[in-house]
């Protein structure tokens, strides 16, 4: 028997906290998948978040360092300045990278820091339990919008890719979903993209991965994803927002 | 060794070079600014990073990152700053990371003002942020100290793998003076916990402050405080000058012992006798020494550029045996020696 | 053919929805150690080895293989 499908090495084999359905399982298999393919887990440091994905350091096989609220972008750019070989990411979610960070990520692309971000988009905050976050949609019901986000109160959602597109330092800004295979795929490609692009020091790389919580959206994990295709994806379109090497331009990715 | 002039700030961050800070963070503040204007200039030829950040928070954060990767980290701030990093700071306590801050004292609260001051002496000593941990904190009171201070710092902070605090102020920070450096090269250990990669060599390191179960942050807290414990028994530091037969013996750090030192030797001039009692660590604090210091003391005057920060730390290590009064000056005043003498005459008169 | 980790499954069932074979379900009276019912392959023989259901497993949790 050949295998076709299995764990990645750089995945621990461990269960996740994650509840049922709950796309950032995917999302981890991706990153680490993409480290297998480049042989870059020896050399990787990621940094993980506050949020659902605190405890990313207990599922990634690399090294990892936590940091504050928000902060992972500032943390990743110290230890790429310290060790500017190591292979260094940032695994953050929205409240974490559009809100309370937002200032570190738009700095740590405006510098073209040479670093790759996964940012996990689930338009909620999950581990406080399903308040509304920087990239909740208009009328969508959270814990903290119970009548449904009205902008006229709380404001427009932020798009991350669209506003870092406009950065001179970002070399790749894309989003993609994992809502289906097809879709899977793409985001791998994109997130190995964004491993590559930092290997080749083409600058800082940014893919957005729109995602579920069906816990705090109280959907079955199957209906979670049709939300995705049905209501985030017209929202947040997927696509490449900007592909341009920041740094190092003549030299060819491999 | 050659004996240079330079300003307080810039001979702080050539001591920082010279002790092997590879990697040094900061975002503009006054007074503290030649810090990083001095390692800005010198970081191409002494093969150092300098990334002014876009913000206090990022700065601190940026040396955590770097500290988790192994390497000697900084970063210098002045008051409202500091407090900005207090979060950063919390975190690299909590995580077990080495780290040199630099604190270059101005007027508070609030914006304040941009003279030199001592307020931040509860924030240094007592509670730079959330949670149960602690600053190693050296308070220089010269130059040449704050070189001295600044090389040990980053010893220490490797050495118990803990943020150590070089507590300064605008006024030593701004001052020039004679100055020499060793030119002996930092012993700096490999750190085998620090993320750089595993090389498939060993299982992943982690560096985090997250502890879900009550057990584990109970346990993880008490061994840092097991640590502390050490730390109580090998750090601790104090200039005592004048104190065998002093009735009166004035308590200050960095700036304001200068001052009072000139007051102690004129109030010894009119028969007054009076000492000084000069902490070099804050925390922990040198409480033998100040002990032994008032051995025959009828009374203690703290000197401080705030509103009395430090009368408690004197009260308990005297277990509140002597009088502690206080005559501070703060807003961004400094207080004279003639202001400082009138006091300690006051006091040797109210006593006779 | 498929083998799913039966401690690991959460049940969520998005590997049901995307079989295309159709032979995947949600155990329906056992459960495993965290209480959850998990998926299981009810006809292996008809499974073709496209692995759509592992790529959208968030556990990890299914195995792909193909015979010889």
């Given at each position: ?24 399982g ?26 659902c ?89 959270t ?8 902008p ?14 406009t ?6 800004a ?29 600058g ?50 491999d | ?15 920082a ?27 191409k ?5 300098f ?56 007027g ?12 931040d ?117 104090a ?13 200050a750090?960095g ?73 501070g ?23 006779l | ?68």
């Amino acid at each position: 028997m050949a295998v076709v499908f299995d764990k990645p090495h750089a995945l621990c084999d461990v269960p996740t906290h994650y509840c049922p359905g709950c796309t950032h399982g995917i999302i981890h298999r991706l990153v680490a998948e993409v480290m297998d393919e480049l042989g870059i887990e020896g050399n990787s440091v990621g940094v993980f978040p506050v949020g659902c994905s605190v405890l990313a350091y207990n599922y990634f096989e690399c090294d990892m360092v936590g940091a504050p609220h928000g902060r992972a972008p500032a943390v990743a750019t110290g230890v790429k300045r310290a060790r500017p070989d190591s292979v260094v990411f940032t695994y953050q979610g929205d409240g974490d990278l559009a809100a309370i960070g937002t200032c570190e990520t738009v700095h740590a692309a405006a510098r073209g820091e040479n670093i790759t971000v996964i940012f996990v988009n689930n338009t909620i905050y999950g581990m406080t339990g399903g308040q509304m976050a920087p990239t909740t949609m208009p009328g969508q019901v959270t814990q903290t919008t119970p009548y449904g986000r009205e902008p006229e109160i709380q404001g427009y959602p932020v798009k991350m890719c669209e506003m870092l597109s406009t950065l001179e330092g970002t070399a790749l800004a894309q989003r993609v979903s994992v809502d289906n295979p097809a879709h899977i795929r793409e985001a791998k490609k994109a997130i190995k993209k964004a491993f590559e692009n930092q290997i080749n020091k083409k600058g800082f790389s940014i893919v957005e991965v729109l995602s579920t919580c069906p816990t705090n959206w109280g959907m079955s994990p199957v209906d979670a994803l049709e939300r995705v295709r049905t209501e985030m994806i017209p929202y947040f379109p997927l696509g490449v927002y900007k592909d341009e090497a920041v740094w190092n331009k003549e030299e060819k990715a491999d | 060794m050659e004996r240079v002039l330079m300003k307080g700030n810039e001979a702080l961050a050539e001591a920082a070079i010279r002790a092997g800070c590879k990697c040094f963070f900061a975002y503009p503040i006054t007074p503290q600014t030649e810090v990083a204007a001095y390692l800005a200039k010198n970081m191409k030829k002494r093969d150092i990073t300098f990334l002014q950040a876009e913000s206090e928070i990022a700065a601190v954060n940026m040396v955590l990152g770097a500290s988790s990767a192994g390497v000697r980290t900084m970063t210098s701030s002045s008051s409202p700053g500091i407090s900005l990093k207090s979060e950063g700071v919390s975190y690299i306590a909590g995580s077990d990371l080495p780290a040199v801050i630099v604190n270059v004292q101005r007027g508070g609260p609030g914006l304040g003002s941009i003279q030199p001051s001592q307020s931040d002496y509860w924030q240094a000593t007592k509670a730079l942020g959330h949670g149960d941990f602690q600053l190693i904190v050296f308070a220089p009171a010269s130059v040449q100290e704050t070189v001295d201070m600044t090389i040990r710092a980053f010893e220490e902070a490797d050495r118990y793998r803990m943020p150590v605090m070089i507590l300064t102020d605008g006024f030593l920070g701004q001052m020039m003076e004679p100055v020499s450096f060793s030119d002996e090269a930092p012993v700096i250990e490999e750190k085998d916990w620090a993320c750089s990669g595993h090389k498939g060599e060993r299982k992943h390191n982690i560096i985090n402050s997250l502890f879900l179960q009550p057990d584990d942050l109970e346990h993880s807290v008490n061994e840092r405080y097991k640590r502390y414990d050490i730390i109580k028994e090998k750090i601790h530091d104090a200039e005592i000058y004048k104190c065998e037969d002093a009735d009166i013996v004035l308590a200050a750090y960095g700036t304001t012992a200068r001052v009072a030192k000139s007051a102690v030797n004129q109030a010894r001039e009119k028969g007054i006798k009076a000492g000084l009692f000069r902490p070099k660590t804050l925390w922990p604090f040198p409480v033998e020494e100040f002990r032994s210091a008032c051995a025959n003391a009828k009374t203690v005057l703290s000197v401080e550029m705030s509103q009395g920060q430090m009368v408690e730390d004197l009260r308990l290590a005297l277990d509140c045996r002597l009088p502690v009064e206080f005559y501070g000056r703060h807003g961004g005043n400094i207080p004279s020696p003639a202001e400082v003498l009138e006091q300690i005459e006051k006091i040797s008169e109210r006593s006779l | 053919m498929i083998s799913i980790n039966f401690e690991r499954c959460k049940g969520c069932g998005l590997c049901v929805s995307a079989c295309p074979k159709k032979i995947i379900s949600l155990s329906e009276e056992k459960h495993n150690q965290k209480g959850y019912y998990p998926a299981v392959c009810t006809d292996n023989e008809k499974c073709i080895s496209c692995a759509l259901c592992a790529m959208m497993c968030p556990d990890c949790a299914i195995k792909v293989e193909k015979g010889e």
